[in-house]
C-alpha cells in the first residue's frame, strides 16, 4: 500500500478522475501552477492547458464559468482558495448554481465540484482561517463534504466529482499534511453516507473534517477513564446521515457534537435539534456540544491554539456527561 499525503491524495484523485472522463476540467486561481497549496501541480502538464485552467482573481467570475460549463456538459472541479472567499461567490452559488435544477423541473443540472479550504491552521489570521460550511448547509441543492483524513479525501473527492451535482468540497488546511495508506481494493464512500471511526457504547461523539482526528484523540483518552466513546465521522454535512446517527444515539443514549467552527448556529446546532426532534426518548441527557468561541480567529499562534477547540475539551465535557468530575 502506498502512503500519501492529503494534498498528494487530491492530485491522484484528479489525475485519475480527468483520465476517466474527459469532460472533468479543472479551473481556479493559478491551478495550472499548482493552486495555493500545490494539489493541481503538474496536472496542466499531463492533461493540457485546456483542461487547467488558470482563471482571473475573481471568485465570482470562477463560479460563473464554471456553473455555465457545467450546464452544457463539463464536469468543472474549481478552486476557491480559502473558504473565507468563497462568500464573493455565494450570490452564483446560491441564487443560481443551487436551483437550476429545481427551477427547470430537473431539465438541469450542474455538475460541478467546489474545491475550497477552511479551518485554522497556525497563524493565517481571522480572515484565512473560518470555517464557514454551515454557509452552505442552508442552502437546497448543494451538497457539502467534508473529509477527515486522506483516504477519506481520496473517495469522497471522486465520488463527488461523479455524483452529478454541485459539491462545497472542504478541505481543511490542517490536514494537508496528514499521511495515510491507500488500500488497494479502497471502495468509494458514498455521499450522504457518515461512518463510525471507532465504536463505542457510552457516548456518541459526532465530528466532521479535522475535528473527527481530535474527537479520535478524546476518545482515546477517555477510554483511560473507563468511556466507551463512539466517533461517528459525519463525511457529508448535506445531506446528514441521520441513519447513522440514530444508530449509535440508540446504543449510547448520550451525544456530544464536535467541530472547529464558532458554536452559534453552528452545524452541532442543528444536529442537536434533529436529535431532540426525532430521538429525544432515546437520550440519558441533553445534547452537549464543543465548538469555537463567538470570536474572531487570533493572529498569534498563541492564542488561536487557546482559542480552538481541542481533545481536552471534549474530554471535560464527556466526562461531565457521565457523571465525572471535570478534568
Not at 480527468?18 to 476540467?25: C, G, I, K, L, Q
Not at 465521522?233 to 464558532?262: C, F, G, N, W, Y
Not at 465548538?291 to 464527556?318: D, K, M, N, T
Amino acid at each position: 500500500m502506498a502512503i500519501h499525503t492529503f494534498i498528494d491524495i487530491l492530485k491522484r484523485a484528479l489525475d485519475e478522475e480527468m483520465t476517466r472522463d474527459a469532460s472533468v476540467h479543472l479551473l481556479g486561481e493559478d491551478v495550472a501552477a499548482g493552486g495555493a497549496f500545490g494539489v493541481t501541480r503538474g496536472l496542466a502538464d499531463k492533461h493540457g492547458a485546456t483542461r487547467v485552467r488558470n482563471t482571473p482573481i475573481s471568485e465570482a467570475a470562477i463560479t460563473g464559468l464554471a456553473t455555465g460549463a457545467a450546464l452544457a456538459g463539463i464536469r468543472p472541479v474549481l478552486e476557491i482558495m480559502f473558504i473565507d472567499f468563497a462568500t464573493l461567490a455565494l450570490d452564483c452559488l446560491l441564487n443560481q448554481t443551487a436551483k437550476y435544477r429545481y427551477m427547470s423541473g430537473g431539465q438541469l443540472t450542474v455538475p460541478l465540484v467546489v474545491r475550497t479550504q477552511a479551518g485554522a491552521a497556525g497563524g493565517a489570521a481571522a480572515q484565512h482561517s473560518q470555517s464557514l460550511e454551515t454557509f452552505f448547509i442552508h442552502i437546497p441543492g448543494l451538497v457539502v463534504v467534508a473529509p477527515s483524513s486522506p483516504i477519506e479525501a481520496y473517495g469522497l473527492l471522486k465520488s463527488a466529482i461523479r455524483l452529478g451535482e454541485p459539491v462545497i468540497f472542504i478541505e481543511h488546511k490542517r490536514l494537508y499534511t496528514m499521511k495515510e495508506e491507500l488500500p488497494q481494493d479502497f471502495a468509494l464512500p458514498a455521499i450522504g453516507k457518515a461512518r463510525v471511526a471507532r465504536e463505542g457504547t457510552d457516548v456518541t461523539l459526532i465530528a466532521y473534517s479535522a475535528m473527527v482526528q481530535t474527537a479520535l484523540e478524546a476518545a482515546k483518552e477517555l477510554e483511560s477513564n473507563g468511556i466507551s466513546t463512539e466517533v461517528i465521522d459525519l463525511r457529508t454535512l448535506l445531506p446528514l446521515d441521520m441513519d447513522t446517527i440514530s444508530q449509535s444515539v440508540s446504543k449510547t443514549h448520550r451525544v456530544l457534537i464536535a467541530h472547529e467552527a464558532v458554536q452559534n448556529g453552528g452545524m452541532g446546532a442543528e444536529i442537536a435539534a434533529r436529535i431532540g426532534a426525532e430521538l429525544f426518548d432515546e437520550l440519558d441527557g441533553p445534547v452537549q456540544r464543543v465548538g469555537c468561541p463567538f470570536a474572531p480567529i487570533p493572529f498569534a499562534p498563541e492564542l488561536e491554539r487557546a482559542l480552538l477547540p481541542g481533545s481536552h475539551h471534549i474530554v471535560q465535557v464527556a466526562r461531565r456527561m457521565m457523571g465525572l468530575e471535570s478534568v
